[in-house]
């Protein structure tokens, strides 16, 4: 079964920064769209970004642009999320998953393959 794996959360400190990878096991990564999604307790899941796996159009939540920069390195069959001036709203397990059919990229519907996620923990 295939699953992407994510890595890259802790704690860190209001305004730091992490980076989180998303790696596929078995698979080509550049063959999809892939989306980070986010889930904090009680809440449902949100997408945060998403990048294109054709002209490499990115995408973001409102909540996150001019923080977070999804990119891509084909070489290493990742895809990466920084981000940058973290808030304790960013609190949640990150997830991605490749995008397999026509939708909006934030609609999780359209998604498939998800991994277990990593937790980010952003606080004083």
């Known amino acids: 079964q295939v699953q992407l794996v994510e890595s890259g959360g802790g704690l860190v400190q209001p305004g730091g920064s992490l980076r989180l990878s998303c790696a596929a096991p078995g698979f080509t990564l550049d063959y999809y769209a892939i989306g980070w999604f986010r889930q904090a307790p009680g809440k449902e899941r949100e997408g945060v970004s998403c990048i294109s796996n054709s002209d490499g159009s990115t995408y973001y939540a409102d909540s996150v642009k001019g923080r977070f920069t999804i990119s891509r390195d084909n070489a290493k069959n990742t895809v990466y999320l920084q981000m940058n001036s973290l808030k304790p709203e960013d609190t949640a397990v990150y997830y991605c998953?490749?995008?397999?059919?026509?939708?909006?990229?934030?609609?999780?519907?359209?998604?498939?393959?998800w991994g277990q996620g990593t937790q980010v923990t952003v606080s004083s």
């Open positions: 998953a490749h995008l397999v059919r026509s939708t909006r990229w934030y609609d999780p519907t359209g998604y498939t393959h």
